[in-house]
């Protein structure tokens, strides 16, 4: 299975082309497009209501807007049965109260995206590319960044974990009345590491984590950006850039959209100056059609321009 990102500035053409290359691709290939931003408009662009289920529009291909408020909530609903599961013997404090504020705390969308993307791929073994459409760059890169920061954080909770572990360990020693049960808790404490459910729990989140970043980074993921010629756009395909070089994930191809005869010398431009900020990827053109407004009878996701192709060629650079 094969993932694709297609990332920009809001507005520049993100949905649509990420709905033009679906529907190509779905021409030979299974495809699952699915719209990770939360203004949703994969639907309208093929012009069915999804009521937040995933929807078979032909025989290759299904659609899919994930609902990430609703994410959010379970995302929380199952931490929250972990961390109380977890810290049973700490009800006296009135975690309830804790956990009732984490639903206000930031990350918590960027978490539920994240493990949206994460369900999908676990599941998604019947498809052979799954394309993901996602909200303007901020919120990407955000999202795109979480695993390796959570793996830095998780490393450093192990080590204090441990820490904890081992002091226990050395009181009890010198008490010599090793009591492993929290009177009336029924909790048992850990002696050792391999016991212990917190270190157990730190361990698996960062394989989980580890795992997703080799798949985003790996061979069988590739990120187009969609950009405009205009200045604006210019400016934050550079952050968008330089954001992707950082977190080393693959920005194998760039779709200038929009261009038109009077706009074509600052289309130049502009990929000029992203092959200077380093853009190693691809340029492919796809131009502005006047009459494709949101409503019209036009079939929004039928462009000439062979997207297709362009986005197979940054697998088959890849791997040949
Ligand atoms: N090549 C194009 N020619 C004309 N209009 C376009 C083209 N590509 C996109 N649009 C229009 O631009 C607007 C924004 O497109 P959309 O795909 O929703 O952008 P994004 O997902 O990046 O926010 C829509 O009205 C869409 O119809
Ligand atoms: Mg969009």
């Known amino acids: 299975m094969k993932i694709i990102f297609s990332t920009g500035k ?28 939360p203004a949703h408009n994969l639907g309208d662009l093929f012009n069915v209501d999804t009521g937040g289920k995933r929807r078979r529009l032909t025989k290759n291909l ?83 960044a979480l695993p390796r920061i959570t793996i830095t954080w998780i490393d450093r909770l192990i080590e204090i974990r441990r820490k904890i572990i ?28 391999r016991d212990d459910a917190v270190l157990n729990r730190l361990r698996s989140l960062k394989d989980r984590y580890k795992n997703l970043t080799a798949t985003l980074a790996g061979p069988d993921c590739s990120i187009f950006m969609v950009f405009n ?41 502009v990929e000029a100056a992203l092959c200077k900020e380093g853009a190693a990827g691809n340029f492919l053109r796809v131009s502005l059609r006047p009459f494709f407004q949101a409503g019209s009878d036009a079939c929004l996701y039928e462009l000439e321009e062979d997207i297709a192709s362009a986005v197979l060629s940054t697998f088959n650079e890849k791997t040949g």
């Open 10 to 37: 809001g507005g520049v053409g993100k949905s649509t082309l990420a709905a033009a290359a679906a529907w190509q691709l779905s021409r030979i290939y299974r495809v699952l497009a699915v719209s990770l931003d």
């Open 62 to 144: 299904h659609i899919e807007e994930i609902d990430l408020q609703k994410l959010s909530r379970q995302y929380l609903e199952r931490e929250i049965n972990v961390l109380s599961d977890t810290y049973k013997y700490l009800r006296a404090l009135n975690l309830d109260n804790y956990f009732s504020v984490l639903k206000y705390s930031p990350g918590i969308e960027e978490y539920a995206l994240l493990t949206g993307i994460e369900n999908t791929i676990r599941d998604g073994g019947e498809y052979e590319f799954i394309l993901f459409d996602t909200p303007p760059t901020g919120l990407t890169l955000r999202f795109l």
């Open 166 to 193: 081992e002091k226990r360990y050395t009181i009890q020693k010198i008490r010599g009345d090793v009591r492993r049960e929290i009177p009336g808790s029924g909790t048992v404490l850990a002696y050792d590491e």
């Open 229 to 269: 010629p205009d200045i604006l756009s210019l400016k934050e395909s550079q952050r968008l850039i330089n954001g992707l070089r950082e977190l080393e994930l693959p920005l194998r191809l760039m779709i200038d959209n929009k261009v038109a005869a009077e706009n074509r010398s600052m289309a130049d431009e």
